[in-house]
């Protein structure tokens, strides 16, 4: 399955500046929001109502007129996905589940790790709610049918034990890669953060044997920093990319 021309807007979050990233179908309204560890009024208010200041970047609407020009219909949150468990992508998840009763997919690798999520915000000065639990894992390979979303789970494990690219299924276009922090533009997620399992050798194999063989075009959608596509940072990534060699860093540039 497929979607045909989504709706995704991402939003930097926290202390952290953390992308959070909501994909919407057109056609039913189905609403999928991936990585909502900060702000959760503002991700609220603008699912809910277009209110407070909105995304950073959207190929979307911006209102509600905007949205009924369109043919849009009411938007339905109808799943919260998480790429990994550090507490910047996860440590809201409570809230979310407060104002929309959906299931929370988390990959099992990662459960420890989030179990620690108010330990590591207050490295940062930072109170967050009991950490949340998931209530299904993400399995590697398994094509996910979120209302009339579809995501392709892939396990790239490197900058934690669990992490994931959750990969949107598009009829017709280019395929939309929401990566975490296992790849960023001109960099690679970090392996040196204590209870995570980071490992850059593991994390460079999982870029090579499961990133690069995707479309060159496909969309990416980082934890951090600009958007980018497989096929660029494939060919000049100085951590993964085809001239890298083997690798020589042992971590990434963001969180």
Not at 51 to 74: A, T, V
Not at 157 to 177: A, F, I, K, Q
Not at 187 to 215: C, E, K, Q
Request: aromatic share 8%; proline share 7%; net charge negative.
């Amino acid at each position: 399955m497929g979607v045909i021309e989504p709706w995704v807007e991402t939003f930097v979050v926290g202390v952290l500046q953390m992308r959070c990233s909501i994909v919407t179908d057109r056609v039913t309204g189905d609403t999928v929001i991936i990585d909502g560890g900060g702000e959760p009024d503002r991700i609220i208010d603008w699912v809910d109502e277009f209110g407070g200041i909105g995304p950073d970047w959207s190929n979307g609407p911006r209102s509600q007129e905007e949205m009924e020009m369109q043919k849009i219909p009411e938007r339905k949150v109808v799943a919260l996905l998480n790429t990994h468990a550090h507490f910047d992508h996860t440590g809201h998840i409570p809230d979310l589940l407060e104002r929309y009763p959906v299931k929370w997919y988390l990959h099992p690798a990662d459960t420890f790790l989030q179990t620690l999520a108010q330990i590591s915000a207050q490295r940062y000065g930072l109170q967050l709610p009991p950490p949340a639990v998931a209530d299904v894992d993400l399995v590697d390979g398994e094509i996910l049918e979120l209302g009339a979303l579809g995501f392709e789970i892939l396990h790239t494990p490197g900058h934690s034990l669990g992490g994931c690219c959750l990969r949107l299924l598009v009829d017709g276009g280019v395929d939309h890669l929401f990566v975490g922090d296992t790849l960023f533009a001109g960099s690679v997620g970090r392996t040196d953060i204590p209870n995570s399992g980071g490992d850059f050798t593991v994390l460079a194999h999982s870029i090579h044997t499961r990133l690069w063989p995707l479309d060159p075009e496909t969309f990416v959608y980082p934890g951090h920093g600009p958007l980018t596509t497989i096929g660029h940072e494939k060919a000049t990534n100085p951590f993964v990319g085809v001239d890298s060699g083997s690798g020589v860093y042992g971590r990434g540039k963001y969180a």
